[in-house]
């Protein structure tokens, strides 16, 4: 199995930057695609972004511009975050689709946007 840890996670001003990394563990290989998720205080769980092992990425419109999903060689998945909005407070985990499309979660980071 693949084994996930977020990281990076903390409080920054409305406007601030943050960068939360995920390290990949265990059975883990480049095919696989990655991709982040948040959940705001009492809301749902959304998709962000996500990221194929040939680099392919998509971002869905509120944060496109504004963040970048990359990841490198040895599977570490990095968020890049800039001109963040108190809408971005919340929880952001770390996912993994593996070839029979189980997936796999980290136990998430906190993220406080504050103006």
């Known amino acids: 199995q693949v084994h996930l840890v977020e990281s990076g996670g903390g409080l920054v001003q409305v406007g601030g930057s943050l960068t939360l990394s995920c390290a990949a563990s265990?059975?883990?290989?480049?095919?696989?695609?990655m991709a982040w998720y948040r959940q705001r205080p009492g809301g749902q769980r959304e998709f962000i972004a996500n990221?194929?092992?040939?680099?392919?990425t998509y971002y869905i419109n509120d944060v496109k511009g504004r963040f970048t999903i990359s990841r490198d060689k040895a599977n570490k998945l990095t968020l890049q975050m800039n001109n963040l909005k108190t809408e971005d407070t919340g929880v952001y985990f770390c996912?993994?689709?593996?070839?029979?499309?189980?997936?796999?979660w980290g136990q998430g980071t906190q993220v406080t946007v504050s103006s």
């Open positions: 990221i194929a092992g040939n680099g392919y």
């Open positions: 996912n993994v689709d593996d070839e029979d499309d189980f997936v796999y």
């Open positions: 265990g059975s883990m290989y480049s095919s696989y695609v």
